[in-house]
C-alpha cells in the first residue's frame, strides 16, 4: 500500500529537549540555571558578565547578601524568602565549598515593629527571641537574636559557575542588544528567561523605564570577630555582616540612585566606619587600621515598585522576566528560581498535553 504523508504540527525537537535560554548570570540567572538543570532542563546562559567576574555592573559579586526577612513586602514573597533559606541553609549544612555560613544575629529597631515588619521571619530562622531590656542599647525600642544565613559572593558565584557547568549547562559571554538576538541565536528554544538586572532598562524590545542604576559601596573590615551580624532597622540604616570565611565583616550601608561613579568616597566610607562602630562597637572599633580595610562598590539593578517576575507569550515564544531585585537578590534568588522552574513545567505540561 502506498503511503501517504500527513503534515503535522510537531517539532523536530522535544520540548523537553529545547534548551532554556537565560539573559544574565547574576544570582537570579544562575541559581535558576541550577534549578532547572537539576530538574533535567538543558539550559544556555548568555551574559555579558559571567561567575568570577568583578565587574562595577556584576552587582552579585559585591552584594552583602545576607539572609535577611523584609519588610513591607507581600505575603507570596515572604514565601519567596522562605524558599531561599531553606536552599541556602541546606548548602550551610551540607557544602562549605557554597560560601554559605551560618550566624549569630542582632537586630535593633528604632521603632516598634509594624504587622507588615520584617517580625514575620521569626517563622522562618532558628532560635528567634525578643530581647529583653537591657540586651540591646538604650536609644533602640526593642530587638531581637536569631540565627541567619550570610553567603560570600565572592565563593558563592564560582561555586554555582562550577555547578551549572557539572550538571551540563553552558556559560556564553555575549552582551546583546535585545531580546530578539537571542531569539535568532537559538531559533529551536522556545523559553527564554530574562534575568539581565539593568540590562532591562536598555534591551530595545524591554525598555523598562521602572529600572534604574542604585550604586552601593561598603567597608570591608578584616577581623577575626567575623561570627555575628548587627542589623540596625530604623532611620540609621546600618548592618555589620560577618564574611567567617574572608575573616571579617561588611560595613554598610549607602543607596545611591543613579550614581555610576567606580571611585571610592571616602566620606560614605568614614560615615559607615562610624555607623557600623555606634552599633556593635565590640566588633569595629572607632578608627580601625587603614590596612585592614577594602572598599566595595557595586551598582544595584533596581526598580521601582519592587521587581518583575512573570511570563508572557511572545508571538511562539514564553519569554520569562525576573529582574530588578536591587540589593535583594541574594534574599530571593532561590525562591525566584523555583517558581521560574514551576513556569517551565507548566509550559511542558501545556505542550505536552495536546488538546
Sequence with gaps: MESVEHP?????????????????AGIIGCATARQLLR??????????????????????AWAGA???????????????????HRHLLKMAQEDPESGVCIVDTREYLEDPPTDNSAIWGKTVVSKFRALKPGEYPTNFVCGWAYNTLVTDPTRHMPYLGKQINALGG????????SLQELYDMFPDSCIFVNASGIGSKTLSDVRDEKCFPE?????FFRTNNCHTMYFRNGKEYTYVIPRPLSNGVVLGGVKQIDNLSPDVDMDVARDEIARAHRLAPEIVPEHPPEDSLHHIIGIRPSRQGGFRLDSEKVGSRIVLS??????????????????????VETAERENVILS
Design 39 to 60: 530538574n533535567g532542563f538543558p539550559v544556555v546562559l548568555v551574559a555579558e558578565y559571567l561567575p568570577g567576574d568583578q565587574n562595577l555592573f556584576y552587582a552579585s
Design 8 to 24: 503535522v504540527d510537531i517539532p523536530s525537537i522535544p520540548f523537553a529537549q529545547r534548551p532554556i535560554i537565560i539573559l544574565g
Design 322 to 343: 525576573a529582574y530588578g531585585f536591587g540589593g535583594g537578590g541574594y534574599a530571593f534568588s532561590y525562591g525566584v528560581a523555583d517558581t521560574l522552574v514551576k513556569m
Design 170 to 177: 553552558q556559560f556564553i559571554r555575549k552582551r546583546v542588544e
Design 215 to 219: 550604586r552601593g559601596q561598603n567597608v
Design 66 to 84: 545576607a539572609w535577611h526577612a523584609a519588610g513591607g513586602i507581600r505575603p507570596e514573597y515572604r514565601y519567596y524568602q522562605a524558599i531561599t
